[in-house]
């Protein structure tokens, strides 16, 4: 009984995946690795050593790195901050706020989450993106920022 039902979930998952075009999983296979003209990262320029990539464009996906806040303000300014941040970064990756499938928020204080929303709401157009939400640990999010967020997208 339970062979049959991850048999059933696994053709349910390929036709699903044929079906809506899970970038990376139907086009690329999930064991093929990329080809590396096909994967585009920017890298900012003050990095000696690269560490991370700001933008990773891959099969008609775009990936954004955390951005924060680093100035004086209140979560209302970071968030503003923040969101106009991304869109910039979208909109240069050939993106935008509309197409983006999935954020990540990373709250210095959970009790600035409804002020956060407030700001929030509406930045992606008539259907929002999936979001999660969380406060971060001990340390708070870094560079002093009180919100950071990262976001998928597709082009």
């Known amino acids: 009984m339970i ?3 991850r048999n059933a979930l696994k053709k349910l ?3 699903v995946a044929g079906t809506v075009g899970l970038g990376l999983f139907a086009k690329a296979g999930i064991a093929d690795k990329p080809n590396e003209k096909e994967v585009f990262n920017v890298i900012t320029d003050d990095q000696d050593v690269p560490l991370f990539s700001g933008v990773t464009k891959f099969n008609g996906m775009v990936f954004i790195a955390g951005k924060g806040a680093h100035f004086a303000g209140d979560i209302k300014a970071h968030t503003d901050h ?3 941040e991304l869109e910039k970064e979208l909109l240069a990756a ?3 706020m509309e197409k983006v499938l999935k954020v990540n928020v990373y709250l210095n204080d959970i009790n600035d989450y409804k002020a956060m929303n407030e700001v929030f ?3 992606f157009g008539k259907k929002p993106p999936v979001r999660t939400t969380v406060a971060v640990a001990k340390g708070g999010v870094p560079g002093d920022s009180l919100v950071e967020m990262d976001c998928i997208a597709y082009v």
Do not use: D, N, P, Q
């Open 13 to 15: 998952f390929a036709s």
């Open 82 to 84: 923040v969101l106009k």
């Open 94 to 96: 050939g993106s935008s």
């Open 121 to 123: 709401k509406g930045r």
């Open 3 to 5: 062979t049959e039902r």
